[in-house]
């Protein structure tokens, strides 16, 4: 009995580093497709030329979202022993960060639709405006949801995996100090930073990003092992 349930909780453990790549893939390959359409001051004229790339780049994003939603949930048994109030941090922080991601996606999406109705109208004042409050919309999505939010629940999952030891600890302390970089991201984006692709801040994510794929491998290969 015993040996069946590890064989199932190292099952859970892989899919939950499987959902932390996929959720990093589809994250990056949905900016990738997005691009710079959404730059510059005359975006909302182009948009519906480039409907293709931006729904392609929603469901990306949706996909990301969905993903990384289940790898709290798929960890939440295992970091429960360790604090449950903490456990239950990590999945609310994740659920806000990626209802917002949801959001902001459904945003891009309505962009589009006020883009297409430009090309089958005259241009008005009040589209730029539903224009500007959109994008101001999904700007504001993804300062607070992608970078605030994410970066609470890293800082909660790897403070309680360093205080429990069920990963290395050099691998937990690195990802309390990116989740530490990815909040400081998030405040200086509130406070008018840039987030657009190419954005020097970006580097902030850096490293978080890179220590989920080492914490997703290190789940698929050598699971949660608590010490002692």
Do not use: C
């Amino acid at each position: 009995m015993g040996v069946v349930m590890q064989a199932s909780q190292r099952a859970t453990q892989r899919v939950a580093g499987g959902l932390f790549i996929a959720a990093t893939v589809a994250s990056i390959a949905g900016s990738a497709v997005q691009g710079s359409i959404l730059d510059g001051r005359d975006y909302l004229n182009g948009l519906a030329s480039h409907d293709g790339r931006l729904i392609v780049a929603a469901l990306l994003y949706i996909v990301a979202a969905v993903s990384a939603v289940g790898t709290s949930i798929l960890l939440f048994p295992f970091l429960r022993p360790q604090s449950n109030s903490g456990a239950l941090g990590y999945v609310v922080m994740r659920v806000f960060e990626n209802l917002l991601y949801v959001g902001g996606s459904v945003v891009m999406l309505a962009m589009l639709t006020v883009s297409q109705d430009e090309v089958h109208a005259m241009p008005s004042s009040d589209s730029a405006l539903d224009g500007a409050a959109l994008l101001g919309l999904q700007t504001w999505s993804v300062a607070v949801g992608t970078l605030l939010f994410a970066g609470g629940g890293a800082w909660i999952l790897n403070l309680l995996l360093y205080r429990s030891q069920l990963v290395p600890r050099w691998l937990s302390a690195w990802g309390l100090a990116g989740a530490l970089l990815l909040v400081v991201y998030g405040v200086a984006a509130v406070m008018g930073g840039g987030t657009e692709m190419g954005s020097t801040l970006m580097l902030l994510a850096m490293p978080i990003a890179v220590q989920e794929m080492v914490f997703a491998g290190w789940l698929i290969v050598k699971g949660l092992q608590p010490s002692g």
